[in-house]
């Protein structure tokens, strides 16, 4: 007998159910403004827009970066603009080193002000090479049209002594659909200070990542390129340029 014809009919009605939700749950999602999440699952990415002087929005293309050369123990500001939830849904912004990299096993800080807020500055380095996804900071809710301003930090640790090594942040944002607050109303945006990951949103989507962790950055999930974050509407990678450091004072 094939395998089909032992499962229970309940059960195999319950399986057509499910795959049904799921490409409705996917074609809801294509529509902006609408949201197709959860409370703790990402949001569309067209709901995310960028600005840089508050008036004009649109997508990351907006974001002007500046050419940084860090200094141990010090951050430099990579970047200033303002972001907004343009959707119907209440949601709050995350930024994440997404794909980062720092070559030849130098360390590198990240740090995002949020709404002028000062974040919590998180190291990348070869004690969690491979975690992808790290959380540097969110903000509390945002509702339809909500704005405040992100600055993006790179850094190198004080202690630092390698030479000549490139920092690639990674840049990327998301904005993760919350409960209504107070009958409807959103927060009052703000920033909170946060490391995390992305393991929830994957595990939801019953994709197995190579999950690692590490006591200053919270815990990533690998992937393989932005491309796959992309492809799930979950993360807006930022087209954000290496970070080259050259020789440093001794």
């Keep these: 007998m094939l ?57 990351d293309e907006v974001i002007d970066w500046v050419p940084i050369v860090p200094v141990p123990g010090g951050v430099e500001k990579h970047a200033e603009f303002q972001v907004r939830n343009h959707c119907d849904t209440p949601g709050k912004v995350q930024v994440y080193a997404g794909k980062w990299e720092v070559t030849k096993g130098a360390s590198a800080v990240l740090r995002a002000d949020l709404d002028g807020v000062e974040g919590t500055t998180v190291t990348l380095g070869p004690a969690n090479e491979g975690d992808y996804g790290i959380l540097v900071g969110e903000t509390s809710t945002l509702v339809t049209d909500d704005a405040l301003d992100v600055a993006l930090y790179v850094g190198i640790p004080a202690d630092e002594t390698v030479q000549d090594f490139d920092i690639t942040p990674g840049w990327s944002l998301a904005l993760e659909e919350t409960a209504p607050v107070d009958g409807g109303d959103g927060g009052d945006g703000g920033a909170d200070s946060a490391t995390g990951s ?53």
Aim: charged share 10%; proline share 4%.
């Design 198 to 250: 992305l393991g929830s949103l994957f595990g939801s989507l019953g994709i197995d990542g190579a999950f690692g962790s590490s006591s200053n950055s919270g815990t990533g999930i690998g992937f393989g390129s932005s491309d796959l974050l992309g492809s799930l509407g979950s993360l807006t990678g930022l087209d954000s340029p290496v970070v080259n450091v050259g020789s440093l004072a001794s």
């Design 3 to 59: 395998l089909n014809e032992r499962l229970d009919p309940l059960v195999r009605g319950a399986a057509r159910v499910a795959v049904a939700g799921c490409a409705a749950a996917a074609l809801a999602g294509t529509a902006v403004g609408v949201a197709a999440a959860a409370p703790g699952e990402n949001l569309p990415e067209d709901c995310l827009q960028f600005s840089a002087d508050g008036e004009t929005w649109g997508g």
